[in-house]
């Protein structure tokens, strides 16, 4: 197995997050919290780990941190950065008279004038401009920005992996960290959206970005997605911990990194995990029923562990600059990211496959058969700025056309529908989707491509056994293509069945669908013509092309049902810049339909009707301006 | 009657936790109870501690250490975990 590159990250805060409120002015907040700094990065180092400390606004004008950080970069090799995390402090707040303290909410002008602030007194009190920088998220204009006029900048934290309405649910609808929809491990960001991994050296923002937290690729997706993730005191926050004779044990967090490591399986060998406590969540006031001795004994813990996988050489601590260095090594502008995905903590054999480059992230339930149940369109590289001024002041998350959860998946009750990818089976009038068929799936990785394929399930209609394999193709080329493949593979004893590959979608960074009416459908049918013979191939014929077009006016209608040898439904969006279809060669019939006031998603199937063999299709996604 | 404030340990009302809401509970000195504020729950530490209990029941591998993810197509294989290590 490779070795894990491990980034331990530590900021000093001088007005620590939660400490300063939960204290109530009854201790002193700026010792408590430098002491609380000093703490973790003698966890780290005792355990032979370097840091990257990133010095947050407030700490540039306490000359005890900046001679603590040049101390410890001396004598420990960590990397001082700069954090636009932690602004907020007296000095903050008397110069830009706010309470706001999210780099990617500021208007415009105030960001640029932050970044050359932090920048401006980081270089007066360290004599150079920092490599690595961060914030929970990092919009691509303030990258774009910073890169600019700061060239050296490198690395940067620039999102914390699915937190958006669930972690707003989860404090009672008052967390305003809209930013799901990213990738989970490193990644070079676009120019345009910095959600989006980089399609080439121009859309190269010139930074590599990595999460605010290495998360549960599964437990974080269905659940509150601020319990499970390389953050001990967010898994404390979960309960996710039990006493025994020996005090707190907490396996759970040892099984999460080690499935970071194995995720080097399906990424040739490449594997990463990030820790960035802030010192907020070690308060010795004690957080989350927990003591504080709990909180210490868990961070120090986690450390021991990673030390451990260093000296047993399966783990390289690295600082932020370091590891962008190390994964430009590595990577190319289209290599995408992979991880077949396990169920570490409830005990069901759910799998997950999360897939993501510079075109889409995907991701498909093997629970539910290989549904799609999430999927972003990141070749439509929708421009989103965010901030005061613009239409998204707070709200960072890149837009989807799948997110199960928030949007009814398969759906189970008897009016509406929800978002979703899957295929129905039909014979003698019965229908079952293979959303119901629970599976588990194996990958394999192709010059041309990557591959997944189920285990195969067995779908029983009306007497009849139908086997049935599942196969994703996510080839290397520069469209947006997910190849789907059913395949049958028993004897139907001539008995024929129907196919019918399906997308439902919607579109939005919520569970509230935005207005669909400026949605258009287009469905294309090749028909054979009888009048022309083809001069070059007299077998394959001459094809004339049908399409129809319908604007959605949630009605309920639906267009192109008829037959043909090559069909398409599409789905053009420019609330969100994409065309989404579904195509098949030799299918027999697609459609398109429009929902209802009720039900605001869309529909897109096509479907073919065998006597055995297999029904190809492709997901495709397009620009759509 | 005094106002009421937070408890020792900052407890989190374990009904609202069990819908994963996490909503600090507020401490009635009078009835020695802690309180939620978003729903009805009221009850004592022990009666929190004891939800709080249940509430893990869903982790069914919260004792429980991964020794291999085995191949692709199947569940990993874990044994108890042993206290103290890793």
Known sequence: MSKLALNIIHRPELSPEYAERALGGKRDVQDESLDIFLFQQECAHECGLKTTIQITYASLFSDKIVKIAKEHHTKYGDEIGLSLLGLPCKQFKEKYKTEDFCIWMFDEETKKEIVDDCFGLFYEKFGFYPESTGSYFLDAFTINYMKEKYPNVKCAVATCWEEGPKAYHTCNNSWYTFMDGGPWNPWIPSKVNSHCPASDKEDDSGIVAIPHLSRDLMACFDGNGSNFGTHPQNVLRGMIYYEDEKGTEYPYLYNLIDQYRHLAKYNDGFCYNMMFVGPGWLNKAGRWESPYERLAKSYKDVMKYYGKLKREGKCVDMTMSELADYYRSTHNYHDPESALWKDILYGSDKEYFWYADWRMRCCLDFNQGGAIIDLRPYIARIPQKTGIGTENVYDASYPYLIQANYRAGYFTHYAGAGTIESCKVHYKGQTADLCLCRTMASFERFPNGIQIKTNPVTVSLAGLDIVIQSTFFFPNCSCGIINIKREILNDLHGEEVELEEYFTGGFGTTEYQPDMSKIRFETYRFVLRDDIPNPLFPDCGVLREEKEEMQFAYKGRKIGQGQGRTNGAFAIIPDIQTKVGLNGDEADACSAEEGIAFSPVYHLRISKKLKGGEFRTWLSLEKAN | ?86
Do not use: W
Request: hydrophobic share 25%; with cysteine.
């Open chain 2, 1 to 86: 009657m005094a106002q009421s404030g937070k408890g020792k340990l900052n407890y989190r009302c374990p009904r609202c936790f069990m819908r994963d809401i996490d909503m600090d509970m507020f401490f009635d000195e009078e009835k020695k109870e802690y309180y939620c504020l978003r729903c009805c729950f009221r009850g004592s530490e022990e009666e929190v501690l004891k939800l709080n209990d249940q509430y893990k029941e869903k982790y069914g591998r919260l004792k429980e250490r991964v020794v291999d993810f085995g191949t692709d197509n199947e569940p990993p294989k874990f044994i108890p975990h042993r206290a103290g290590e890793q």
